[in-house]
């Protein structure tokens, strides 16, 4: 049997490599890796390769960024050849990037079967270009394979036959547990000088956060006001730089320590010994929950509704004083003697060999 995956985008890399390695452990399975090259710099791409042990990919199609049209046509186009000539039995796509709808659907209209890892996730927010890819990636899909409960429910109620979906369980949750120990030993909080210290870390990138002016002050006036009582630690994304230099932000920053974007391991590194973590991503919703770390979501929905219900998450709207109140009571919270959240099912380090018992048993 032959499995060919595919990964673009920075947030695919995590979920990629624990079903990649559980893949190489099963006798007789061949494995391709097709990069789309959505993400291309070596801080959005290749240190991820690095940092998760992703063997280099057979085929990058090298697309690049562009508008949401160009970016899911080029992959289209550059996949459609890669697949005829490798012809896999399962084309398996990941999360919900503009890379998983595009080959999902040459896949399917070729007659391979495509199986979807991180299926059912639903944010209800088809403003939200994600959602938009969730929606149509499992629509088109074969196998279903969900990392919590939550998107069984989302699946079945969409009228999507019950023998398509499979539970397995959270993948990223594998690469966290998998690598945890190695990102300790980044020592990324010593190496920034806050080690021992209070400090909150943040990520911001959603087009909604960002792409507009008025957004993304109020979330940057949050930063400085919260640098103000501890060192805020900021990973800045691509499309958030170009937005904060074109808008002529930097001097709501003045206070805030500015880092480019990081790799995996130092991410975790961080992220296990911060106070509090602000972000917009749906990857640190989740991490933050293994973890045990409080996260604020600043966002008004999450695909991930378990991080809020068993987990350390909280949705806050993107406005300066909102936040400032949310970041109090999480700092309240904390001083009580904090919050031990529980873990969702199947969020057990074991998601990926699940993965592949689906792929690779009979239904
Ligand atoms: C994409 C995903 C988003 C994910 C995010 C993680 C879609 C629709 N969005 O958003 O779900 O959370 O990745 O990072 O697929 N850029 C670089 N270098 C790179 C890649 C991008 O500088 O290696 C810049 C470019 O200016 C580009 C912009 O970032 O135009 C946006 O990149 P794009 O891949 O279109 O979307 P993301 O915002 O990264």
Same mark, same amino acid.
């Given at each position: ?8 985008? =920075? ?9 990649? =390695? ?6 007789? @399975? ?9 993400? +291309? ?52 796509? +990941? ?96 190496? @920034? ?5 209070? +400090? ?63 790799? +995996? ?54 406005? =300066? ?43």
């Amino acid at each position: 049997m032959k499995l060919l995956h595919v990964v673009g985008a =920075r947030p695919n890399f995590m979920k990629a490599a624990p079903v990649i =390695r559980a893949g190489r452990a099963k006798p007789g @399975l061949e494995q391709v890796l097709v990069h789309t090259g959505q993400h +291309y710099d070596r801080a959005m791409s290749d240190t991820f390769f690095a940092d998760l042990e992703l063997p280099e990919a057979d085929e990058n199609l090298g697309v690049g960024s562009g508008s949401h049209a160009e970016q899911t046509a080029r992959v289209m186009l550059g996949f459609e050849p890669v697949l005829d000539a490798h012809r896999p039995d399962w084309v398996v796509v +990941y999360g919900d990037v503009n890379s998983t709808v595009a080959c999902a659907l040459v896949a399917v209209k070729k007659g391979i079967q495509v199986a979807h890892v991180e299926a059912g996730l639903r944010s209800r927010d088809r403003a939200m270009p994600e959602e938009v890819n969730r929606l149509l990636t499992d629509q088109m899909a074969h196998l279903l394979l969900t990392p919590s409960r939550d998107g069984d429910a989302n699946l079945l109620a969409e009228g999507i036959p019950a023998h398509r979906v499979r539970f397995v369980g959270n993948v990223m949750v594998d690469t966290l547990l998998h690598l945890r120990a190695r990102a300790r030993e980044r020592r990324m909080a010593s190496a @920034l000088g806050v080690e021992g210290r209070e +400090y909150a870390f943040v990520t911001l990138h959603r087009p909604s956060n960002v792409d507009e002016s008025q957004p993304l002050r109020e979330l940057l006036g949050s930063l400085d006001d919260l640098a103000k009582r501890m060192p805020v630690l900021f990973a800045v994304h691509p499309r958030t730089r170009k937005r904060i230099t074109e808008f002529g932000m930097d001097g709501l920053l003045e206070r805030v320590q500015l880092l480019a974007p990081l790799g +995996y391991l130092e991410t975790i590194s961080l992220l296990d010994t911060a106070t509090l973590v602000l972000t917009d991503s749906g990857g640190l919703q989740e991490e933050t929950t293994v973890l045990g770390v409080p996260c604020l979501t600043a966002r008004p929905n999450t695909e991930r509704p378990v991080t809020i219900t068993e987990g350390t998450n909280r949705l806050v709207p993107s406005h =300066r004083a909102a936040i400032g109140q949310a970041i109090e009571s999480v700092l309240a919270a904390r001083q009580a003697g904090g919050f031990r959240p529980g873990q969702p099912e199947g969020w057990d380090g074991r998601a990926a060999e699940r993965i592949i018992t689906a792929l690779t048993d009979p239904m």
